[in-house]
């Protein structure tokens, strides 16, 4: 009985958390991946551009709300998804027409790029504060658990009770979707494989015959879908406030460098062992050794191995290890 | 038109526009904009050393920054009484045990033969490391939190006169340039942003949770002056002789005493700021300078050459960053007090890069010059904004939930101004207004 309380604590405190959030990194991971394995350059304002969707989600959340449209028990928000994804869309490519192409053409380094990126980060960061404000939006409404604490006791007997929130349902089914997707485009279309052979060598790719701006677009058009999804999850999950998304930019950064920049599989594992390493480090862990140890044994401190504020050191440390011990990543990444 | 007279324009104009604002506005705010920038100039000298000698992508800005600011709180204010004794020898020995475990498995992973073993014992060497750490750790800092938390609750400072914290902030800032040099300057440009990025996030997680360093985010106000440069606005009051002067210049005592303290800290920066450039200078011009820009521009070849281009990397991070510190401890000094909660990345990373690109990556007048024009428009975007919004929306009903939507949000025009501004010089002027030569 013991063991099955500490399991549950475990995964009421620990794995739940972790897998949502793991869901969220990854998807952001991915986009940043996509952007670095096509474009070449780590792009500094993917963290805006997640922001910049979730804006549009909470937007038209607000809309439907105020039409009387509602998802039943699902958030309203899943129906806005679609329209954030559009807009998204339609900004990044008018930044890639306006902005990013120029450089294309003049085969500019990938660091100028950067500096690019951190321009577009400062427009789209001042566009967002300039539409909804700085401040915390609530946009999450539908049920609030898919089972909550008082639930699960009163079903199973156990002294521990897990809770699943519906946001953290929504967004592990969610992320494996378009995980899913993504995936079957990648490998068995003929756009994905284009997309890949551009990726893996830019010259062989474009004697066969491949349009780079098509492969350049379509890559856009992906990286904008899955930088909104991760943005209105973790918005439903948290809530939305735009310079927490700016703050993702370092964790999303690490799960991608910690699978290898360029690899999709990669940054999916990445997301996972960030937030994974991020919880556990800093989750209290007295709650599951109470049951786990005999009295003589307990813990007398709440065994938290460090405050949650340090959250970013973990994905950093993590990160910094990883780059020194096997700078390609966990799978093979690219290095240029 | 030869450059030395586009170079006067440039400063020309910049200067015009700090008295434009003085006669239109205030002169309060013309000399807080010239102190501001004479900051800022430092800073942006700091990274164009990095970026525009060495080709360093060194985006953790605002953590040496505010290394800088934390070396003033460290070493101009007053001892907490009891502290020491109650636990600030513990911290310090904690810290010790701390990084001999680091430097234990660092020796390990050195000197034992590859293989289980060597991982078992990394491992294990952490781990207890780390508890004996937090077993010393913990119940000091408890014991130091505890004294007068309402006022104190940290182990206070040497006492030192506070322009002794400007070297010394620039000494923090080098020693953490250095840790940080050591371990991520072998790795590519962009690793190297997103680890810099990362460092300057946890220094500012530090700066933010430690009560006993610095108060964390209940702030340590009222540091002392720089005197007898800068004095006390209330002093100046009252003294009789002052008040005459102001009144010969028509002015009220209050505004002239506020007026006064800005100038004698004008004056300190632009010490430190000429002290600063023209040492920059000296080096630009020197065989080193030369030698770096080689670097920057061919790294292979350097190297072929002999020179040695990770030590070389790391000389010029750690001087770079140590000016950085510099500008902190100065802006630190400047405001009074610190505020861990106010070090935002879009302001002091990313905005002094704006200054070193539209300046003119690679030169140093260009950085000043950067520094003083971006500041000043970072500072009347706001009120530019503000008045463009109150004409666009002037035809509209007062009631109406644009026209109050529009008026709030002008407040966020300046980071899109920053933005448009980067993009458009990247673009069209790529080596910006005062180019390298």
């Known amino acids: 009985m013991d063991l099955l309380n500490a399991l549950v604590a475990l995964a009421n405190f620990v794995i739940v958390p972790a897998v949502a959030y793991g869901s969220q990194l990854a998807l952001g991971a991915l986009g940043v991946t996509l952007i670095y394995g096509i474009l070449r350059f780590s792009n500094f304002a993917h963290g805006d551009t997640m922001a910049f969707g979730a804006m549009i989600?909470?937007?038209?959340?607000?809309?439907?709300?105020?039409?009387?449209?509602?998802?039943?028990?699902?958030?309203?928000?899943?129906?806005?998804?679609?329209?954030?994804?559009?807009?998204?869309?339609?900004?990044?490519?008018?930044?890639?027409?306006l902005v990013y192409r120029f450089y294309r053409d003049q085969k500019a380094k990938p660091v100028i790029l950067v500096i690019v990126s951190m321009g577009v980060m400062f427009i789209m960061n001042g566009?967002?504060?300039?539409?909804?404000?700085?401040?915390?939006?609530?946009?999450?409404?539908?049920?609030?658990?898919?089972?909550?604490?008082?639930?699960?006791?009163?079903?199973?007997?156990?002294?521990?009770?897990?809770?699943?929130?519906?946001?953290?349902?929504?967004?592990?089914?969610?992320?494996?979707?378009?995980?899913?997707?993504?995936?079957?485009?990648?490998?068995?279309?003929?756009?994905?494989?284009s997309m890949r052979a551009y990726s893996d060598n830019e010259d062989l790719a474009l004697l066969s015959g491949i349009n780079p701006e098509r492969v350049v677009m379509i890559t856009w058009i992906i990286v904008a879908a899955l930088a909104t999804t991760a943005g209105v999850l973790y918005g439903l999950d948290k809530s939305f406030k735009p310079f927490v998304y700016f703050q993702l930019l370092l964790p999303i950064f690490a799960s991608a460098i910690v699978g290898g920049l360029g690899n999709p599989i990669g940054a999916i594992a990445g997301g996972f062992i960030i937030a994974f390493s991020e919880v556990t480090i800093t989750y209290a862990w007295k709650k599951v050794l109470v049951y786990l140890l005999p009295d003589s044994l307990e813990p007398s401190g709440l065994v938290q191995l460090l405050s949650t504020d340090y959250k970013f050191a973990v994905s950093f440390v993590i990160l910094l290890i990883v780059l020194l011990f096997k700078p390609t990543g966990l799978f093979q990444g690219k290095a240029v | 038109m030869s450059d030395t007279v586009k170079n006067t324009l440039l400063f020309a104009v910049v200067a015009g526009l700090i008295l434009v604002t003085g006669f239109m506005q205030s002169w309060n705010t013309a000399i807080l904009i010239i102190n501001m920038g004479l900051i800022s100039a430092i800073m942006a000298i700091g990274v164009n050393l990095q970026w525009g000698f060495a080709g360093l992508f060194n985006v953790g800005v605002m953590g040496f920054v505010a290394l800088g600011g934390l070396a003033v709180v460290l070493v101009s204010t007053p001892p907490t009484p009891g502290a020491w004794s109650a636990g600030g020898y513990g911290i310090v020995l904690a810290l010790l045990l701390g990084a001999a475990t680091v430097v234990a498995a660092v020796m390990a992973a050195r000197k034992l033969p590859k293989g289980r073993t060597q991982t078992l014992a990394i491992i294990a060497i952490l781990v207890v490391g780390f508890f004996v750490y937090r077993?010393?750790?913990?119940?000091?800092?408890?014991?130091?939190?505890?004294?007068?938390p309402a006022v104190a609750g940290n182990i206070g400072g040497l006492n030192l006169p506070v322009l002794l914290a400007w070297p010394a902030g620039g000494l923090l800032a080098a020693g953490a340039a250095w840790l940080i040099g050591k371990t991520a300057l072998g790795l590519r440009s962009d690793y190297l942003a997103i680890a810099t990025l990362g460092i300057a996030e946890i220094i500012i997680a530090i700066m933010k949770n430690e009560d006993w360093l610095a108060r964390g985010v209940k702030n340590v106000y009222g540091i002392p002056r720089p005197t007898p440069f800068v004095g006390y606005e209330i002093d100046l009051q009252s003294d009789p002789s002052f008040v005459e002067r102001a009144a010969g210049l028509g002015l009220d005592p209050v505004t002239a005493s506020t007026l006064w303290?800005?100038?004698?800290?004008?004056?300190?920066?632009?010490?430190?700021?000429?002290?600063?450039?023209?040492?920059?200078?000296?080096?630009?011009?020197?065989?080193?300078?030369?030698?770096?820009?080689?670097?920057?521009?061919?790294?292979?070849?350097?190297?072929?050459?002999?020179?040695?281009?990770?030590?070389?990397?790391?000389?010029?991070?750690?001087?770079?960053?140590?000016?950085?510190?510099?500008?902190?401890?100065?802006?630190?000094?400047?405001?009074?007090?610190?505020?861990?909660?106010?070090?935002?990345?879009?302001?002091?990373?990313f905005l002094v890069w704006v200054m070193v690109i539209v300046g003119g990556s690679g030169n140093n007048f260009g950085s000043v010059l950067g520094a003083f024009l971006i500041w000043f428009l970072w500072v009347q975007v706001e009120p530019i904004g503000l008045w463009l919004m109150d004409l666009i929306t002037a035809g509209m009903p007062d009631d109406s939930a644009i026209k109050t939507h529009l008026l709030d949000s002008a407040a966020h025009m300046r980071l899109f101004t920053m933005g448009l501004i980067l993009l458009i010089v990247l673009r069209f002027s790529p080596r910006g207004l005062i180019p390298e030569k």
Not at chain 1, 65 to 91: D, E, K, M, V
Not at chain 2, 266 to 293: C, D, I, N
Request: charged residues 15%; positive net charge.
């Open chain 1, 57 to 97: 989600a909470v937007l038209v959340t607000w809309g439907l709300q105020a039409a009387g449209i509602t998802f039943g028990p699902l958030p309203t928000a899943l129906l806005a998804l679609p329209f954030a994804i559009l807009g998204c869309i339609a900004l990044v490519l008018i930044t890639d027409r």
């Open chain 1, 127 to 193: 566009l967002v504060r300039f539409i909804i404000g700085p401040d915390d939006q609530r946009f999450s409404d539908g049920a609030r658990f898919v089972i909550s604490a008082r639930d699960f006791k009163a079903l199973t007997g156990l002294d521990e009770g897990l809770a699943i929130k519906t946001s953290q349902g929504i967004t592990v089914i969610v992320a494996i979707v378009a995980v899913a997707l993504l995936f079957w485009f990648l490998n068995k279309t003929r756009t994905g494989k």
């Open chain 2, 135 to 148: 077993a010393v750790f913990d119940p000091s800092v408890a014991a130091v939190e505890a004294i007068d």
């Open chain 2, 261 to 349: 303290v800005k100038t004698g800290y004008a004056f300190l920066f632009l010490v430190v700021l000429l002290v600063l450039l023209w040492m920059a200078q000296m080096a630009l011009k020197s065989p080193w300078g030369r030698m770096m820009r080689a670097i920057r521009d061919n790294e292979v070849a350097a190297e072929a050459m002999g020179k040695d281009v990770t030590r070389r990397h790391l000389q010029i991070f750690v001087l770079g960053s140590a000016i950085c510190g510099i500008a902190g401890a100065m802006m630190t000094t400047l405001d009074g007090q610190l505020t861990p909660s106010a070090y935002q990345p879009l302001r002091f990373t």
